[in-house]
């Protein structure tokens, strides 16, 4: 089918991390579709009749993995609508996967990755940005009590996904404590060393 000539890279790393601003600036330069498994979920929640729109607005409040069934249409019917509106096959999926069975049905079911983004933050940086941007974001899950419980199912479920792709040496990691726009001079080295 279409989507397996796509070139899918993961973009991985804590809440907050960055990872949506650095895939606005790959978005721009390399004309990859941006893809957020979260942006995607909270669209889904807000459909009108959706049948899952109070279970993300759980998950998402109390900062838990939905289920892969879920996202994974989501991602694939976004993927294709994509390929067809211009032909577009180059994608940058944010914030997925993040749990170890996500992970492997994506690549056995969609496309394997060309390689994962990793932005490694510590969490006192990013419980910073994520309040701050609560300011003024509206997201349900800016706030400490919600980002809290991001920050365990990160360390607990979202790592060992990770680690495992770092195990395999398919794991690019970039030092996102600096600012965004040295942050992204790394990124565009690392992406010139794979070749793009
Ligand atoms: N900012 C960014 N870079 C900065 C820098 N270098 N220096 C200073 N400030 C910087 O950035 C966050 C804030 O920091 C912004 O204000 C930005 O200006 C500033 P952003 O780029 O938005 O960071 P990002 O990593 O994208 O943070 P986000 O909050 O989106 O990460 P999450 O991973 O928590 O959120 P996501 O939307 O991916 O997921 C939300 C929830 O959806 C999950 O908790 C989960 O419940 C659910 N979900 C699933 O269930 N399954 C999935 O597969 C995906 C999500
Ligand atoms: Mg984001």
Do not use: W
């Not at 970039?174 to 992406?191: G, N």
Request: glycine share 8%; hydrophobic share 35%; net charge negative.
């Amino acid at each position: 089918t279409d989507k397996d000539q796509a070139l899918v890279i993961f973009v991985l790393g804590g809440p907050g991390a960055g990872k949506g601003t650095q895939c606005a600036n790959l978005v721009r330069d390399y004309g990859f579709k941006h893809l957020s498994a979260g942006d995607l979920l909270r669209e889904e929640q807000q459909r009108p009749g959706s049948e899952f729109g109070e279970m993300i607005k759980t998950y998402i409040k109390e900062g838990k993995i939905v289920p892969m069934e879920v996202t994974i249409q989501l991602l694939e019917n976004a993927m294709k609508a994509t390929i067809e509106e211009n032909g577009n096959r180059k994608f940058l999926i944010d914030g997925f996967p993040r749990k170890m069975d996500q992970a492997i049905k994506f690549e056995e079911v969609v496309v394997p990755s060309k390689f994962t983004l990793f932005f490694d933050c510590p969490e006192e940086t990013m419980r910073a940005r994520l309040l701050n941007r609560g300011l003024t974001s509206g997201r349900s899950d800016d706030n400490e009590e919600s980002i809290k419980k991001r920050f365990v199912t990160f360390v607990e479920t979202s790592m060992p996904v990770v680690n495992m792709f770092n195990n395999e040496g398919r794991v690019i990691k970039v030092d996102a404590t600096k600012t965004p726009e040295e942050v992204y001079e790394v990124v565009v080295k690392e992406f010139a060393s794979k070749g793009l």
